[in-house]
């Protein structure tokens, strides 16, 4: 059960990442144009996520130690409140760098909408934003840091191997998250959702119709670059530095992940829907667990990676 104290820490941070858009892609005003919707008659194929992310959750909690009581982290070299303070920054300094590039380097957008030619520069000056404040303090990335926890820190490779095996047993548990939740509020609320419920996804899709240079960039970042930068702010940051703060002292280490990833979902509401906020939570308790089993931010980049990767094929192919 979560103490009154973890509490304080969810208002805190909560507080502090209000307002704060996601500027990494951006959603299309015509979602519907584009869209693929299954024949009513098809529609219980998708159900087949609900016994396989069963069986994935029986798989997972057979792991070693999937309780998170020991770890194989390394000890930071910043504070807690350095890391809280620099996480915060970091996602100015990403709406700053978004805003520039917006008014200053944008292109004219075709039809009024959207499109990958528009969501480039912003999600370029996103991170270069986010990144010049990590230069402005690289003790803090770089700091010294001391082994903590068990046995002998895990490879590189096999980190990659772990967030790939790590990613084949979520992927299911997520796709069945955002089906369930997807049927439930259209239940309740009669509202309905489109197979495609992301913006960047969409304009992806929009564009692999007539690929050019543009697409083949943003599927490079979208699969590189995202995952190493949201892991690195999120993981190993702010994660991180929820689990080391006093209010946070004796907890377990899954009060840092959830509530990292309620932060990791909310800060994407502004291109997913609904119904993917439910997912995106679940997906990124995946990823603060394979970073707290393994003790590398390599595991949950490799783990992001497939994941984003596995998105983008679905929707070119």
Not at 43 to 67: G, H, K, Y
Not at 194 to 203: A, N, R, V
Request: aromatic letters at 8%.
């Amino acid at each position: 059960m979560i103490s009154s104290r973890v509490t304080l820490i969810l208002l805190v941070l909560g507080f502090l990442s209000n307002g704060q858009p996601v500027i990494a892609a951006v959603a299309t005003n015509d979602q519907g144009a584009a869209i693929e919707v299954l024949d009513s008659s098809s529609e219980w194929l998708l159900w087949w996520t609900i016994p396989v992310a069963i069986v994935s959750l029986v798989i997972f909690t057979q792991i070693p130690d999937w309780r998170l009581k020991k770890t194989r982290l390394l000890e930071s070299g910043f504070s807690s409140s350095a890391g809280l303070l620099l996480f915060a920054a970091a996602l100015i300094g990403g709406v700053l760098g978004a805003s520039i590039a917006t008014h200053f380097v944008l292109p004219p957008m075709e039809n009024g909408g959207n499109n990958l030619a528009a969501t480039l520069p912003i999600m370029v000056g996103n991170y270069v934003g986010q990144g010049f404040v990590f230069l402005l303090v690289p003790g803090l990335i770089l700091g010294r840091k001391q082994s903590r926890g068990i046995g002998r820190r895990m490879s590189w490779w096999r980190a990659v191997l772990a967030g790939c095996l790590g990613m084949a047993i979520a992927m299911p548990i997520t796709l069945a998250v955002a089906q369930v939740a997807g049927f439930l509020i259209e239940l309740s609320t009669g509202q309905t959702f489109d197979e495609i419920g992301h913006g960047t996804l969409l304009q992806i899709k929009e564009a692999a119709e007539h690929p050019d240079l543009t697409l083949v960039v943003i599927a490079i970042m979208v699969v590189i670059v995202t995952p190493i930068w949201e892991e690195v702010l999120y993981r190993g940051m702010l994660q991180e530095s929820i689990r080391k703060h006093p209010l946070a002292r004796g907890e377990s280490p899954w009060t840092a992940i959830v509530i990292t990833s309620l932060i990791f979902a909310a800060m994407h509401g502004g291109v997913v829907d609904f119904r993917g906020l439910f997912a995106l939570f679940v997906l990124s308790l995946g990823f603060g667990w394979i970073y707290m089993r393994t003790g590398r931010l390599t595991a949950c980049i490799a783990m992001h990676a497939a994941f984003n990767a596995f998105n983008i094929l679905l929707v070119i192919l």
